[in-house]
T-cell receptor, first 115, second 114 residues
Framework: SAVISQKPSRDICQRGTSLTIQCQVD?????MFWYRQQPGQSLTLIATANQGSEATYESGFVIDKFPISRPNLTFSTLTVSNMSPEDSSIYLC????????????FGPGTRLTVL | AQSVAQPEDQVNVAEGNPLTVKCTYSVSGNPYLFWYVQYPNRGLQFLLK??????LVKGSYGFEAEFNKSQTSFHLKKPSALVSDSALYFC????????????FGRGTSLIVHP
Protein backbone atom coordinates (compact mmCIF):
# COMPACT_ATOMS: atom_id res chain seq x y z
CA SER A 1 0.00 0.00 0.00
CA ALA A 2 0.94 3.67 -0.14
CA VAL A 3 0.89 6.15 2.72
CA ILE A 4 -0.23 9.56 1.52
CA SER A 5 -0.27 12.79 3.48
CA GLN A 6 -1.87 16.10 2.61
CA LYS A 7 -1.49 19.62 3.91
CA PRO A 8 -3.46 21.54 5.01
CA SER A 9 -6.14 19.26 6.42
CA ARG A 10 -8.67 22.08 6.27
CA ASP A 11 -8.84 25.78 5.53
CA ILE A 12 -11.32 28.61 5.38
CA CYS A 13 -10.57 31.10 2.63
CA GLN A 14 -11.97 34.31 1.28
CA ARG A 15 -13.47 34.56 -2.16
CA GLY A 16 -10.95 35.58 -4.84
CA THR A 17 -7.91 34.14 -3.08
CA SER A 18 -5.93 31.00 -3.92
CA LEU A 19 -4.96 27.95 -1.88
CA THR A 20 -2.21 25.44 -2.60
CA ILE A 21 -2.66 21.89 -1.34
CA GLN A 22 0.36 19.66 -0.91
CA CYS A 23 0.43 15.88 -1.33
CA GLN A 24 3.29 13.62 -0.30
CA VAL A 25 3.56 9.87 -1.05
CA ASP A 26 5.87 7.56 0.87
CA UNK A 27 7.15 5.88 -2.31
CA UNK A 28 7.96 6.88 -5.86
CA UNK A 29 4.96 6.75 -8.18
CA UNK A 30 4.58 7.63 -11.83
CA UNK A 31 1.07 9.04 -11.57
CA MET A 32 -0.72 10.97 -8.87
CA PHE A 33 -4.35 11.99 -9.02
CA TRP A 34 -6.41 14.88 -7.69
CA TYR A 35 -10.10 14.47 -6.92
CA ARG A 36 -12.85 16.76 -5.71
CA GLN A 37 -15.65 15.58 -3.45
CA GLN A 38 -18.43 18.11 -3.10
CA PRO A 39 -20.76 17.84 -0.11
CA GLY A 40 -22.85 14.68 -0.34
CA GLN A 41 -21.35 13.76 -3.69
CA SER A 42 -19.06 11.11 -5.08
CA LEU A 43 -15.51 11.66 -6.21
CA THR A 44 -14.80 13.63 -9.38
CA LEU A 45 -11.37 13.36 -10.96
CA ILE A 46 -9.82 16.77 -11.56
CA ALA A 47 -6.54 15.76 -13.18
CA THR A 48 -3.71 13.29 -13.40
CA ALA A 49 -0.35 14.67 -12.34
CA ASN A 50 2.48 13.16 -14.35
CA GLN A 51 6.09 13.64 -13.36
CA GLY A 52 8.04 15.45 -16.04
CA SER A 53 5.06 16.55 -18.09
CA GLU A 54 1.98 18.70 -17.82
CA ALA A 55 -1.01 17.43 -15.91
CA THR A 56 -3.89 15.89 -17.81
CA TYR A 57 -7.18 17.57 -16.96
CA GLU A 58 -10.64 16.03 -17.07
CA SER A 59 -13.53 17.65 -18.83
CA GLY A 60 -14.75 20.68 -16.94
CA PHE A 61 -11.44 21.42 -15.23
CA VAL A 62 -8.81 23.80 -16.59
CA ILE A 63 -5.22 24.55 -15.76
CA ASP A 64 -5.85 28.23 -15.07
CA LYS A 65 -8.26 27.35 -12.30
CA PHE A 66 -6.47 24.28 -10.94
CA PRO A 67 -2.74 24.52 -11.70
CA ILE A 68 -0.82 21.41 -10.68
CA SER A 69 2.86 20.89 -10.03
CA ARG A 70 4.70 17.57 -9.96
CA PRO A 71 8.36 18.32 -9.22
CA ASN A 72 9.36 14.75 -8.37
CA LEU A 73 8.05 11.19 -8.03
CA THR A 74 6.74 11.59 -4.47
CA PHE A 75 5.18 15.05 -4.37
CA SER A 76 2.49 17.11 -6.04
CA THR A 77 0.57 20.32 -5.40
CA LEU A 78 -2.87 21.44 -6.50
CA THR A 79 -3.76 25.13 -6.42
CA VAL A 80 -7.35 26.26 -6.33
CA SER A 81 -7.25 29.74 -7.88
CA ASN A 82 -9.56 32.72 -7.64
CA MET A 83 -11.83 30.80 -5.31
CA SER A 84 -15.59 31.14 -5.06
CA PRO A 85 -18.01 29.49 -2.63
CA GLU A 86 -18.69 26.84 -5.29
CA ASP A 87 -15.12 25.59 -4.76
CA SER A 88 -15.98 24.53 -1.22
CA SER A 89 -15.22 20.81 -1.27
CA ILE A 90 -12.94 18.11 -0.02
CA TYR A 91 -9.88 17.77 -2.25
CA LEU A 92 -8.26 14.35 -2.28
CA CYS A 93 -4.92 13.23 -3.55
CA UNK A 94 -4.37 9.61 -4.57
CA UNK A 95 -1.66 7.37 -5.95
CA UNK A 96 -1.22 3.69 -6.76
CA UNK A 97 0.23 1.52 -4.03
CA UNK A 98 3.25 -0.65 -4.55
CA UNK A 99 4.61 -2.17 -7.76
CA UNK A 100 1.15 -3.44 -8.72
CA UNK A 101 -0.74 -0.37 -9.77
CA UNK A 102 -4.22 -1.88 -9.72
CA UNK A 103 -5.25 -0.15 -6.49
CA UNK A 104 -5.38 3.55 -5.68
CA UNK A 105 -4.75 4.83 -2.18
CA PHE A 106 -5.95 8.16 -0.90
CA GLY A 107 -4.71 10.90 1.32
CA PRO A 108 -6.82 12.17 4.23
CA GLY A 109 -8.19 15.04 2.16
CA THR A 110 -8.25 18.81 2.47
CA ARG A 111 -11.57 20.30 3.50
CA LEU A 112 -11.88 23.73 1.89
CA THR A 113 -14.52 26.28 2.79
CA VAL A 114 -14.74 29.47 0.73
CA LEU A 115 -16.63 32.39 2.22
CA ALA B 1 -17.45 3.55 -20.91
CA GLN B 2 -17.54 2.26 -17.37
CA SER B 3 -20.07 2.99 -14.67
CA VAL B 4 -21.04 2.01 -11.15
CA ALA B 5 -24.45 2.03 -9.52
CA GLN B 6 -24.99 2.05 -5.78
CA PRO B 7 -28.79 1.95 -5.65
CA GLU B 8 -29.15 2.82 -1.98
CA ASP B 9 -28.26 6.23 -0.60
CA GLN B 10 -28.50 4.86 2.92
CA VAL B 11 -28.55 1.47 4.59
CA ASN B 12 -29.70 1.04 8.17
CA VAL B 13 -28.89 -2.05 10.18
CA ALA B 14 -28.93 -3.02 13.84
CA GLU B 15 -25.66 -3.83 15.54
CA GLY B 16 -24.95 -7.55 15.40
CA ASN B 17 -27.05 -8.10 12.28
CA PRO B 18 -25.57 -8.89 8.88
CA LEU B 19 -25.16 -6.01 6.46
CA THR B 20 -25.11 -5.73 2.68
CA VAL B 21 -24.21 -2.68 0.62
CA LYS B 22 -25.10 -3.13 -3.02
CA CYS B 23 -23.04 -2.34 -6.11
CA THR B 24 -23.57 -3.12 -9.77
CA TYR B 25 -21.22 -2.16 -12.56
CA SER B 26 -20.82 -1.83 -16.28
CA VAL B 27 -17.47 -2.13 -18.03
CA SER B 28 -16.04 -3.37 -21.30
CA GLY B 29 -14.00 -6.47 -20.72
CA ASN B 30 -12.95 -7.92 -17.38
CA PRO B 31 -13.57 -5.70 -14.35
CA TYR B 32 -11.32 -4.67 -11.53
CA LEU B 33 -13.66 -3.91 -8.61
CA PHE B 34 -12.96 -2.05 -5.39
CA TRP B 35 -14.63 -1.01 -2.16
CA TYR B 36 -13.52 2.00 -0.14
CA VAL B 37 -14.79 3.39 3.15
CA GLN B 38 -14.82 7.02 4.23
CA TYR B 39 -15.26 7.89 7.87
CA PRO B 40 -16.44 11.40 8.79
CA ASN B 41 -13.84 14.07 8.02
CA ARG B 42 -11.43 11.49 6.65
CA GLY B 43 -10.11 10.39 3.28
CA LEU B 44 -10.99 7.14 1.54
CA GLN B 45 -9.59 3.92 2.95
CA PHE B 46 -9.17 0.86 0.74
CA LEU B 47 -11.22 -2.13 1.97
CA LEU B 48 -10.90 -4.84 -0.65
CA LYS B 49 -10.68 -5.59 -4.33
CA UNK B 50 -11.51 -8.21 -6.91
CA UNK B 51 -9.03 -8.66 -9.73
CA UNK B 52 -9.27 -12.34 -10.58
CA UNK B 53 -9.68 -15.70 -8.87
CA UNK B 54 -12.18 -16.55 -6.14
CA UNK B 55 -15.45 -14.71 -6.42
CA LEU B 56 -15.57 -14.18 -2.65
CA VAL B 57 -13.03 -11.59 -1.59
CA LYS B 58 -12.13 -10.90 2.03
CA GLY B 59 -10.88 -7.53 3.16
CA SER B 60 -10.22 -5.31 6.13
CA TYR B 61 -12.34 -5.07 9.30
CA GLY B 62 -14.21 -8.33 8.59
CA PHE B 63 -15.75 -7.14 5.33
CA GLU B 64 -16.10 -9.33 2.28
CA ALA B 65 -17.57 -8.93 -1.18
CA GLU B 66 -18.87 -11.36 -3.75
CA PHE B 67 -18.20 -10.90 -7.43
CA ASN B 68 -21.10 -12.11 -9.57
CA LYS B 69 -20.30 -11.87 -13.25
CA SER B 70 -23.74 -12.85 -14.54
CA GLN B 71 -25.41 -10.18 -12.42
CA THR B 72 -22.54 -7.70 -12.82
CA SER B 73 -22.60 -7.13 -9.10
CA PHE B 74 -20.05 -6.75 -6.33
CA HIS B 75 -22.02 -6.43 -3.09
CA LEU B 76 -20.19 -5.65 0.15
CA LYS B 77 -21.11 -7.80 3.14
CA LYS B 78 -20.31 -8.30 6.79
CA PRO B 79 -21.79 -11.07 8.98
CA SER B 80 -22.17 -8.93 12.10
CA ALA B 81 -22.31 -5.15 11.96
CA LEU B 82 -20.65 -2.86 14.48
CA VAL B 83 -21.65 0.70 15.36
CA SER B 84 -18.12 1.69 14.34
CA ASP B 85 -18.85 0.47 10.79
CA SER B 86 -21.08 3.52 10.29
CA ALA B 87 -19.50 5.41 7.41
CA LEU B 88 -19.78 6.20 3.71
CA TYR B 89 -18.94 3.31 1.37
CA PHE B 90 -17.84 3.68 -2.23
CA CYS B 91 -17.73 1.03 -4.92
CA UNK B 92 -15.40 1.56 -7.89
CA UNK B 93 -14.67 -0.21 -11.16
CA UNK B 94 -12.21 -0.07 -13.98
CA UNK B 95 -11.51 -2.29 -16.97
CA UNK B 96 -8.55 -4.61 -16.64
CA UNK B 97 -7.00 -3.52 -19.89
CA UNK B 98 -8.27 0.01 -20.07
CA UNK B 99 -7.65 3.29 -18.34
CA UNK B 100 -5.99 3.02 -14.98
CA UNK B 101 -8.49 5.47 -13.53
CA UNK B 102 -11.49 3.89 -11.76
CA UNK B 103 -15.05 5.16 -11.83
CA PHE B 104 -16.65 5.61 -8.41
CA GLY B 105 -20.23 5.12 -7.39
CA ARG B 106 -22.08 7.90 -5.59
CA GLY B 107 -21.61 6.24 -2.22
CA THR B 108 -23.87 4.55 0.32
CA SER B 109 -24.17 5.80 3.86
CA LEU B 110 -24.21 2.88 6.29
CA ILE B 111 -25.78 3.54 9.67
CA VAL B 112 -25.47 0.86 12.32
CA HIS B 113 -27.82 1.36 15.25
CA PRO B 114 -26.88 0.20 18.75
Amino acid sequence: SAVISQKPSRDICQRGTSLTIQCQVDSQVTMMFWYRQQPGQSLTLIATANQGSEATYESGFVIDKFPISRPNLTFSTLTVSNMSPEDSSIYLCSAPGGPSTDTQYFGPGTRLTVL
Amino acid sequence: AQSVAQPEDQVNVAEGNPLTVKCTYSVSGNPYLFWYVQYPNRGLQFLLKYITGDNLVKGSYGFEAEFNKSQTSFHLKKPSALVSDSALYFCAVRASGGSYIPTFGRGTSLIVHP
